[in-house]
């Protein structure tokens, strides 16, 4: 049975095994339908990773879809009932690998703005994409150093949509209009080293930052405020000893995690961490990783748009959400950019089976176009 271009595109997306930061072939199927349309590109590898910026026009606003070619890996193969990079159709779902995550909204990007172009050749201002393979990975040669190069030019987005899969139960239920901070330390608490038998002889360092870690983890560093929920610190990871129950190890090493809300910044947190690991008399190093910032796109022009598409295409009232992880989003809107993250349903994204609705990729498709067509048709 003959399928839709937005299934047809993704069956082909999904069959490229473009696990990070590999890229199979992704962005030249995209560019190629590009190129066909008008659009400009300017491909960008940093590293070992393929980046493209493609625009059609020259002129502001610059409306942008941006999203990722590469996806997690399959996990055990055999635990798929399809083949995760074989494109299946099931009981009305689409299978494989990035089938919400987000080869999905790649392809339903590219439809609409085929069928875009076509309604309204001459539309306003500029339309483009930001596309890259490291979103998945370490997200240092990706999306930020696309963005420092439009920077450097001062090439400017004025409204994006994120592809990422932001709803819940239905297509358009949720779409994401801003995102927490996330800020990562590495704390090596440090004492030492011998016998247990001789107490007077070792520093525990694991008895030093315990406390500490007490006293971080019950402290209320915000409420939040009404976009977002208070700030969320979490350990992830305590290694410490060497394996001998009759040995007090010389260091212990913690990884903890915040995602902060905008009633903070990451210097806020830093001086009331380090002030808290000082007043318990640890011995300390510590490494901070700035993930990215919290940002928060207010109703406006693009979530309007957003809403009322939904709306149009699927009945639904769509509830904006700040919550969840981190997206390229947070390299984009500190450029001074509306940014909102519009996609599929999460339910299994990253898992084994990841599929996504045949009839939400089409409409997907229409609510992409309906924006597009309230943001940038000729007036």
């Known amino acids: ?110 439809v609409a703005l085929e069928k875009f172009i076509a309604l309204y050749p001459n539309h306003r201002g500029s339309l483009a994409l930001l596309i890259t393979s490291d979103e998945e990975g370490p997200f240092v040669d990706g999306t930020t150093r696309v963005i420092d190069t439009l920077e450097a030019r001062n090439e400017k987005i004025d409204w994006c949509i994120v592809g990422e899969p932001s709803s819940s139960h239905t297509l358009g239920d949720v779409i994401k209009n801003g995102r927490r901070g996330s800020l990562t330390a590495a704390i090596t608490a440090k004492g030492i080293q011998g016998h247990v038998a001789y107490p007077h002889l070792v520093d525990n360092p694991i008895h030093k930052v315990a406390p500490a870690l007490a006293e971080l983890v019950s402290t209320t560093w915000d409420s939040g405020n009404a976009s977002f929920p208070p700030t969320s610190f979490q350990i992830a990871n305590i290694n410490g000893g060497t394996g001998a129950s009759n040995v007090v190890p010389g260091h212990v090493e913690v990884m903890c995690n915040f995602r902060y809300s905008t009633e903070l910044t990451a210097d806020d ?110 007036e």
């Open 1 to 110: 049975m003959p399928v839709s271009p937005t299934i047809a595109l993704t069956q082909d997306l999904i069959g490229r095994a473009s696990v990070t930061p590999q890229d199979k072939g992704c962005q030249e199927l995209m560019i190629a339908r590009l190129e066909a349309i008008g659009f400009n590109i300017e491909r960008m590898r940093f590293g070992e990773v393929d980046n493209f910026w493609a625009r059609r026009g020259t002129q502001k606003p610059v409306f942008a879809f941006a999203g990722h070619t590469d996806v997690v890996p399959s996990g055990p193969v055999d635990q798929w009932h399809t083949p995760p990079f074989e494109a299946t159709i099931k009981d009305g779902f689409i299978y494989g690998r990035g089938a919400a995550d987000m080869k999905g909204s790649l392809a339903a990007w590219v």
């Open 269 to 378: 947190l830093t001086t009331r961490v380090e002030a808290i690991l000082d007043g318990h008399n640890v011995a300390y190093d510590i490494q901070w990783t700035y993930n990215g910032l919290p940002f928060l796109t207010e109703s406006g022009a693009l979530v309007d748009a957003c809403r009322e598409a939904i709306k149009d295409i699927t009945g639904t009232d769509t509830e904006l959400s700040t919550a969840g992880g981190t997206s390229d989003g947070r390299f984009i809107a500190p450029t001074g950019a509306q940014v909102v993250e519009l996609g599929p349903c999460n339910g299994t994204i990253h898992k084994i089976n990841e599929c996504v609705k045949v009839s939400d990729l089409e409409q997907l498709t229409k609510v992409y176009l309906g924006i597009l067509t309230r943001l940038m048709a000729k």
